[in-house]
């Protein structure tokens, strides 16, 4: 089957730096890509929908300058939380689409601590 | 605002016996629903699911059924399995596939 990875898959970073999460399909291509957010307990909350070559498009209530997308190519898209707090440890799980929209494959996540 | 809800956030079950989780949707528009298992520090995986033109889709031991009217989809796991033991995510798409709600997950344990 298809292969999403997320690389890190855990980061500890301290309160005010970036960090930057990389999500890759290995063995497919993604024109659309989706980034979800999940806290403990919680569902996961879609936060972003990342298109190859043009800009992301933001869930209501997601700033998008703190949470940078960028899809340059059809097999990665980066997340980087910028100037982290606390309160953005998360667990952060991308998601990649087949081209001809019939699949979506999830990544196993990244688990981001802010301390 | 959650439009996709599972009530029950844990299920204990027999090994052997039938796993029921349940699923209810507010967003009428959703026309795609899927069940995802999810381990605990990975991605959810993808199980089964439904377009909203049918109302039962069974693979295996999995049978998810959707009950449009009541807005209500329900996964059945038989017989239920010591390795079914993970949360469970409900999920619904409006039309073109995409971007997906997730309900809050209901954590499955399978007992011996």
């Known amino acids: 089957g298809a292969v999403v990875s997320q690389h890190p898959s855990r980061v500890i970073c301290k309160s005010g730096t970036s960090v930057k999460i990389e999500c890759r399909s290995l063995?497919?291509?993604?024109?659309?890509m989706f980034w979800y957010r999940q806290f403990p307990k919680q569902s996961l909350m879609l936060m972003a929908t990342?298109?190859?070559?043009?800009?992301?498009?933001?869930e209501q209530g997601v700033e998008k300058d703190k949470f940078l997308i960028n899809h340059a190519s059809l097999t990665l898209s980066t997340l980087t939380v910028t100037s982290a707090h606390p309160e953005d440890s998360s667990f952060y799980i991308c998601?990649?689409?087949?081209?001809?929209?019939?699949?979506?494959?999830f990544g196993p996540g990244t688990r981001l601590t802010v301390t | 605002d959650q439009q996709v809800k599972q009530n029950s956030p844990s299920l204990s079950v027999q090994e052997g016996r039938i796993s029921i989780l349940n699923c209810d949707y507010t967003n009428s528009m959703f026309d795609y629903f899927l069940w995802y298992k999810k381990y605990p520090a990975e991605g959810p995986t993808f199980l089964i699911s439904i377009s909203s033109i049918k109302d039962k889709n069974e693979d295996g031991r999995f049978t998810v059924f959707l009950n449009k009217s009541a807005k209500h989809l329900s996964l059945h796991i038989v017989p239920s399995q010591p390795g079914d033991s993970a949360v469970y995510f409900c999920a619904a798409s409006g039309r073109g596939w995409g971007k997906l709600q997730f309900g809050a997950g209901t954590q499955v344990v399978v007992t011996p």
């Open positions: 990342s298109n190859e070559g043009s800009k992301a498009t933001y």
């Open positions: 998601s990649a689409q087949t081209t001809d929209g019939d699949e979506q494959y």
């Open positions: 063995d497919f291509q993604a024109t659309t």
